[in-house]
């Protein structure tokens, strides 16, 4: 019983739901690739965020001040930078305001404008200023990852931003515990370190501390400043990752869906050195070379790194163990709070999804250097997490380099003391993360993208009439069939498929085995009387001016069928060949111009063949757009001959040619498509799933509109009917359109759930079916 219970449970990790779809054959049974989409929205339904895995990281607050005896007030004043600081406290003092609220802020206007605490400490220090004080606080993290399509779709909806009850109770994370214990043992020894590419720079002065470096600068050297460490209470939040073409493609932005609390948006972004950054070519070149030897040595695939890490800013698990120069930085900042109950989320767009005070959109609103420096990092915590935190900070800072505390709430003097506050502001992860994230990387390369193509080839074939292509080469099949069985001499059956045989460079014609055996056979009968009589010149002198015929209308055959020629077979060889020939004698000239005459019906005459096209139309139709136009009609290569179309020849050939025939092969359909129904299911699950999203749009939204359109007509008539006393006739009429209850009840579930941001125009037309 209790092994029962436990394969009825859904899987804890998106590994171990991985791993049980190994063995399912998603490209030849649309069953199997309905099983996925049912396991993975049950995963992602009924799978609490709190059973799900948490990684420790975390947010780094770095407060450098200068004292106030290395500078005069003068100098403070005239400074025209914007300052960090006073924008916290400003935000902080006046969060009572509906616009203070709802305001974004970027730490700065550009990105090579980056503030470098430690860099500003070292120049103090080397003009003979007292040494700056370094004041960190630590906000550990205890972290949720999305980055599949569905975790990515539904994010905190319907979930509780909160610590699991196993970590409540923790105040120091691990990682932030064995980072400080570490640096301790380490810094004594190392006051240089050597960067991934050879660049070596003091101590102090690097840009951005590598992973989990949050706690371990508490033991600087002292010659540069002075460290002051202090670690917040843990907080919990959910790192999104995007990747890079759907970043170029459409932006970065998040809205509210369905989430139950106010959250905080930190758009966070992998930043490089000046040093080793994209303005440096070689660096450039070098990051490019790690990257392939990662790719030949089998450790990650290429795609992997251009679609999630063109950075390599997280490196394979099984590679080895390298320290990497990206800081991964806030970029920017912003919050979302809950829709209320009355806004529909497909009224975002409109005047009542404007509401004062409240922000339901969220997108990083600084600009960044390139797509590959683009804030795809996204980490959502609990509401006034970041801006109380770093109004702390300043405060802890400023009362311990001696200032007074109280300058704060004087307007301001507070916003003058905190002018000389430089913040640097940056995310940690740690090693567990990393691998995490890589993995779910390496899933949607190499699963998700996988099944994105499944439901692609799927969407296609259930959108194409299948019945009428069927139906359309039937009767040709069997009128070649029929002229084929009448033949009790080997000739060539419906069931051997024919080949497409290359005459030249240029020409093409389809054949049957049948067919290319006995060419074959009559070529080589030609080629042995060539090589038997050919020292009888005499005789071929003689009856040279017999063939002088035969050999100019052999040339002179191409140019009279070019037309047909290019549309559907090039005369062959084979009979030019044979028609030449020259023989020695009146005996056995009789017997190889029969013998030509016969190869030359057997190659000349082409029967007709379904589903195949001529050699310049495969040719023309080499653009992948063509392709998609002419995808699912149907195509004929219509019979024809090469050669003399004599009376004998048209009769003792096996291809029967007729004005009807010919009339009933088909360019286009000669009725509306038949396609199949709409499969509810499968645009209910990709759509709730974010999978497949592109191809099911493509397919199904217009089929969707014009027969819910219908249905909602119908449903009126039928309305109608019923009050004039006819309800019986409307029904029968329209009883074969109507919707299935069960996909009725599927869709209004689909539109009714505020997770999901659907089209207004289809979001109406359901609700109102389900009102008729």
Known sequence: MNSLVANTMPPKTVFDLVKSHISLPLNRDYAALKRVLRDWHRYSTQVPLHSKPTFPAELVIAITRTPPSSHSKDNRKKSNRDSTA??????????????????????????????????????????????????????????????LPW???????????????????GSVTPVAREGHEA????????????????????????????????????????????????????????????????????????????????????????????????????????????????????????????????????????????????????????????????????????????????????????PYNSIKEAPRYILETPRHTLQPAVTAALLESR??????????????????????????????????????????????????????????????????????????????????????????DGSPGTNEKPIKVWLSEHESRWMTPEELRRASQATADVNDSKGNHGGDEGACDTDEHLYEAPRQWASEVPNRNESCAEEDVVASPVAANTISTVMPSSSSSSTAMSAAQAAAQAAGATPAQPDAVSAARSISLQSPMLRDETEGRPSYLAPSFVGRHESSTLQRSSVVLSADKLARYPKTHSHMPQLPPVDYELYDLCTRLGVGQQAILYHYHERILREWRAELQ??????????????????????????????????????????????PELVSLVEAVAAA
């Open 714 to 759: 119908r449903r009126r008539s039928l309305h109608s009917s019923d009050r004039r006393g006819i309800g019986d006739v409307a029904e029968g009429v329209s009883a074969s359109r109507a919707i299935d209850p069960a996909d009725v009840q599927r869709m209004v579930a689909l539109v009714r759930d505020r997770s999901l941001q659907l089209a």
């Open 183 to 366: 640096q301790q043992k380490t810094d004594a020894l190392k006051e240089e370190e050597e960067d991934l590419y050879g660049v070596v720079t003091p101590a102090g002065v690097v840009s951005g501390p590598p992973a989990c470096a949050a706690t371990r600068t508490s033991a600087q050297s002292p010659s540069v400043h002075r460290t002051l460490t202090s670690i917040t209470p843990p907080v919990p939040a959910m790192l999104f990752l995007a990747d890079v073409p759907s970043t170029k493609a459409h932006g970065i932005g998040f809205w509210s869906g369905a989430i139950r609390q106010p959250i905080d948006v930190l758009f966070i972004a992998p930043t490089l050195p000046t040093s080793v950054g994209p303005t440096s070519p070689s660096f450039q070149h070098l990051r490019e070379q790690d990257g392939r030897a990662a790719v030949e040595d089998n450790l990650v695939s290429q795609q992997v790194l251009k679609k999630y890490f063109p950075l390599h800013e997280m490196h394979p698990p099984s590679a080895p163990a390298a320290s990497s120069s990206v800081t991964f930085r806030l970029h920017s900042f912003s919050h979302l709070d809950p829709l209320p109950p009355s806004l529909h989320p497909s009224r975002l767009g409109t005047t009542e999804g404007r509401t004062t005070g409240l922000s339901f959109t969220a997108a990083p609103d600084a």
């Open 151 to 169: 975790e990515m779709q539904r994010g905190l909806s319907f979930s509780d931003l909160a610590l699991p009850s196993s970590l409540a109770g």
């Open 399 to 488: 009362s311990l380099l001696g200032t007074k505390a109280g300058a704060v709430g004087n307007g301001g003097q507070g916003q003058d003391e905190d002018q000389d506050a430089s913040i640097d502001l940056i995310v940690s992860l740690s090693d567990a993360l990393r691998k995490d994230i890589f993995a779910k990387a390496q899933l949607c390369v190499e699963y998700v993208t996988l099944l994105e193509d499944a439901i692609a080839h799927y969407a296609r074939e259930l959108n194409m009439d299948r019945t009428a292509m069927d139906g359309a080469a039937n009767p040709i099949e069997d009128g070649d069939a029929s002229a084929d069985n009448a033949q009790g």
């Open 86 to 147: 006073s924008r916290f406290v400003a935000s902080t003092e006046s969060s009572a305001s509906p616009t203070a609220r709802s305001r974004r802020w970027s730490l700065w206007n550009r990105r090579d404008a980056v503030p470098t605490s430690s860099g500003e400490g070292a120049a103090a220090t080397a003009q003979g200023g007292e040494r700056p004080l370094v004041y960190r606080k630590v906000v550990p993290l205890h972290v949720w990852t999305a980055v």
